[in-house]
């Protein structure tokens, strides 16, 4: 018995190891960028990457939010609302098209679920999709046009589809006979039971809208319009076109030649992305995981 239970310890102790060291492992580039980001350019270039700073300074972040602090400023918002729109769009037209695809009764269910597989077999092509978009649709330079091309993830869709016919169909009948119609019966049943599912792929639906750049870089042109993606995108070409020119050709030298930060701007605006997201996560992850526990224990 007690080298049953010494064994058992062993293993617990083996496996929190291991998760430390990931976590580590996990953590330790996000602080080499922090570490690049408030760090001299010229030792960056001397000495290449470490894990403590080097000379430190705030000059690349100063330098960043002189030249575009209101600018970025009006990104996270563009961002943040891309963010919230867009995910809460995203649940809806998913869990509505799974709601369907998974129904008994309704007799082009499979229909359905085939259109979804199909699109993801067979795509008709960038320019089509771009002339559909903005010809049809009318999205070009608008801030729907940052989160209705992706409304709906198929896969996504097809888990959805999963966990609502895991959902044991007797509580649909017993609601049925109640005189509960398909709305009813999906906003009070369906969605609380199916909690799980809906956390996990909102924050999937999250993380897709706050890293996308491909929307605004194909349908945005009003720079008033660009997320923070598109944003510091756009910056980091500038920077590396004044960084290509030496201070010669800028027509600068001595006192009024400037520094331009090329390495540490790139970290810095890497932390300036994920920043708010490794800010986010602590608050979000406890509803993520009661959702998980939710689920299960209604499941």
């Given at each position: ?13 083996l ?7 990931f ?78 695809a ?22 008709g ?5 771009y ?18 091309p ?41 969605l ?9 792929i ?19 042109s ?52 994920i920043?708010?997201?490794?800010l ?20």
């Amino acid at each position: 018995m007690r080298n049953s239970i010494a064994s058992d310890k062993t293993i617990i102790s083996l496996f929190y190891l291991f998760v430390a060291v990931f976590a580590v492992l996990c953590i330790l580039p996000v602080v080499i960028a922090f570490s690049i980001s408030i760090s001299s350019e010229r030792e960056v270039a001397i000495n290449g990457f470490s894990l403590l700073p080097m000379k430190p300074t705030l000059y690349t972040y100063q330098y960043i939010l002189q030249n575009k602090g209101l600018v970025l400023l009006n990104a996270y918002k563009i961002t943040l609302f891309t963010v919230v729109a867009g995910t809460l769009f995203s649940l809806a037209v998913t869990t509505c098209y799974a709601y369907a695809a998974a129904s008994k009764h309704f007799r082009f269910a499979n229909a359905l679920s085939f259109f979804a597989w199909f699109t993801m077999v067979f795509n008709g092509g960038m320019l089509p999709w771009y002339i559909l978009v903005t010809k049809y649709y009318h999205l070009k330079n608008s801030l729907v046009a940052l989160f209705v091309p992706y409304a709906i993830n198929v896969f996504y869709m097809f888990i959805m589809k999963n966990i609502f016919k895991s959902i044991s169909y007797e509580f649909v009948e017993s609601a049925k006979i109640d005189g509960a119609g398909n709305f009813r019966i999906f906003f009070t049943i369906m969605l609380p039971l199916s909690r799980v599912g809906l956390v996990t792929i909102g924050l999937f639906y999250a993380l897709l809208y706050w890293n996308d750049f491909y929307l605004s870089l194909m349908l945005i042109s009003d720079q008033r319009l660009y997320p923070v993606q598109m944003l510091l995108y756009a910056m980091m070409s500038n920077i590396q076109f004044l960084a290509s020119g030496s201070a010669a050709t800028l027509g600068l030298s001595g006192a009024q030649a400037v520094e331009i930060p090329l390495m540490t701007s790139r970290m810095a605006m890497t932390c300036l992305t994920i920043g708010p997201i490794i800010l986010l996560y602590p608050f979000a992850q406890r509803y993520f995981v009661k959702g998980m526990l939710v689920g299960a224990i209604k499941g």
